[in-house]
């Protein structure tokens, strides 16, 4: 699938109309990127609605570009830069293409200056909770919102009301915090995140008052309409789930709860633990482990991985390896259960990077191997969410009740702890990786810092430093954290966390875990890294 758009081309647009028909729609969004922490969150806000949000490189991505894309509507988010100092590379010219605009802080500023509009450093800067105003009457950004709400605010850089622009809002500190210029909107505030009371509202009135959107995908009928072939396919007979915690088998598990009608001696669920992490466990445990539609079963695979596993350092190596044991046990399972059928939480992503999935059947080169693609299992395989990527199977997901929690987890990798360890794999490696993994997930969300990262994860590198623990002069592993803010995963930015939640993430886990002797902090970003080491 395409996943960020850099330039346009006879190939890229087949590509985008391959992903319309997966999505069922004829319209696009673009969102130009200018690396804001809660980019991600934007994407996520607008999917929500089911339109179709394609992410735009602002540094190739030209006014041509965008005219053979024909977007709905476009999308700037904010940024660290300032439109004084080093603004993005951005072609301002797309501005006077009369498509629908809505900058957020620093891409207010920008189209704003595009116009003519003062742009200055403010006297007041403004960053946490302030509460908005609303000004002008009967505007379609904020048809439906409150006339006084709270919002969030992060800029140094203010725009000036000089007659030009229509102003739609202010906040005590800035005179512009929401404005018109034709079809130009913008806020400078952030309406993703969750203490900007009326953002959804916002997004909405821009995405179908102003932009006049007509395709939703639609979540729920699709949801209906799988939940009905399942129902029919499967009639009485038994259905193995393999159930990971994340976002798509879980929305798998409620469309055969609904397509059971909550027969619970039809549905067995498997958590594999082995090469899992806390945090995943304790998803399962806490959102399936005491229903009464489905039988939860957890299974301990460690030493069969750690057998498959043993001697193999490349990373293809251990993702073929952990497939053997990952499709063993769930064929063992399945027997078990006199099952007719093994259902996964596959998208067509999956089998997309995988190479495979075009409509066409054109050649398609594998990004990497998916753990739960072409396993060749002796069982019937359902696979509901096949036809949907990641977003659009969130929404179904949404549309039947699945939990948000769920639904907005961090992605990780199918293979697990295995892309989190450098080098061979062996039991101590294994349970490090595990309580590593899990002191940072929980700091990060005692923090409140989970929701303002894209991913992040703690690997167990190869290297040895000497350190001293007690009087006595020891060794011990480095280990490497991460964590980055992206909106796709395709590129990503080093997350800047607080100095002093890494001190204590260090502390904890040099104290807690005998073999670490050091931790580190990655910051290189992607490219030229990738997001996960491994």
Not at 237 to 266: I, N, P
Not at 301 to 310: G, I, S
Not at 353 to 368: V, W
Request: proline share 4%; glycine share 10%; hydrophobic share 40%.
């Amino acid at each position: 699938m395409l996943d960020t758009l850099r330039h346009v081309d006879e190939q890229i647009l087949e590509q985008i109309e391959e992903e319309k028909r997966v999505r069922q729609t004829h319209e696009l969004f673009l969102l130009f990127s200018l690396g804001s922490q809660f980019d991600h969150l934007i994407k996520q806000e607008i999917e929500k609605f089911g339109v179709f949000c394609l992410v735009a490189d602002p540094n190739s991505v030209r006014q041509t570009d965008v005219v053979k894309v024909r977007p709905k509507g476009i999308i700037l988010s904010g940024g660290p830069a300032s439109v004084h100092a080093e603004p993005p590379s951005f072609d301002e010219a797309i501005f006077d293409l009369g498509i629908p605009v809505l900058g957020i802080c620093l891409g207010f500023q920008m189209w704003a200056g595009h116009v003519g509009a003062p742009v200055i450093p403010a006297e007041k800067r403004e960053f946490g909770v302030h509460k908005l105003q609303l000004l002008a009457e009967g505007s379609d950004l904020f048809q439906g919102c409150t006339s006084e709400s709270l919002v969030l605010e992060s800029h140094g850089d203010c725009v000036r009301a000089d007659g030009k622009l229509t102003v739609l809002a202010r906040t005590e500190n800035a005179e512009v915090a929401a404005a018109q210029f034709r079809h130009l909107f913008g806020v400078q505030f952030h309406p993703e995140v969750t203490e900007t009371a009326d953002g959804p509202c916002i997004f909405e009135n821009f995405l179908f008052k102003i932009c006049k959107a007509q395709d939703r995908f639609p979540a729920g009928l699709v949801a209906m309409r799988k939940i009905a072939g399942l129902k029919e396919e499967i009639g009485d007979k038994r259905v193995l789930l393999a159930l990971s915690g994340g976002s798509d088998s879980a929305t798998v598990a409620y469309l055969l709860k609904e397509a059971l009608s909550g027969r619970k001696d039809q549905l067995r669920a498997v958590y594999i633990q082995g090469i899992d992490r806390p945090d995943d466990e304790e998803y399962v445990l806490k959102y399936f482990g005491d229903r009464d539609w489905l039988e939860l079963k957890i299974v301990d695979k460690t030493d069969l991985f750690l057998e498959a596993l043993r001697g193999k350092t490349a990373m293809h190596e251990k993702r073929v390896a952990m497939r053997g044991v990952y499709k063993a046990c769930l064929e063992e399972e399945a027997a078990l259960f006199g099952a007719s059928y093994i259902a996964q939480g596959t998208l067509y992503t999956d089998v997309s990077e995988s190479g495979g999935g075009y409509q066409t059947g054109a050649r398609k080169a594998q990004i990497k191997l998916h753990h739960n693609v072409n396993l060749g299992f002796s069982f019937a395989e359902l696979t509901p969410l096949v036809d949907c990527v990641k977003d659009s199977g969130r929404n179904i997901g949404r549309s039947i009740g699945v939990p948000e929690d769920l639904l907005v987890r961090h992605p990780f990798p199918g293979p697990g702890l295995v892309v989190r360890i450098e080098g061979e794999i062996d039991l101590s490696k294994l349970t490090i990786a595990r309580k590593l993994d899990g002191i940072y997930i929980e700091e990060l969300r005692r923090w409140g810092l989970y929701e303002t990262v894209w991913q992040a994860g703690a690997v167990v590198t190869q290297s040895i430093t000497t350190c001293t623990k007690g009087d006595d002069a020891a060794t011990g592993i480095i280990v490497s954290l991460w964590a980055v803010w992206s909106v796709n995963g395709f590129t990503a930015q080093a997350a800047e966390l607080p100095y002093d939640f890494l001190k204590h993430v260090s502390l904890r886990m040099t104290n807690e875990i005998r073999e670490v002797g050091a931790v580190v902090y990655r910051i290189s970003g992607k490219p030229p890294s990738t997001i996960e080491m491994g």
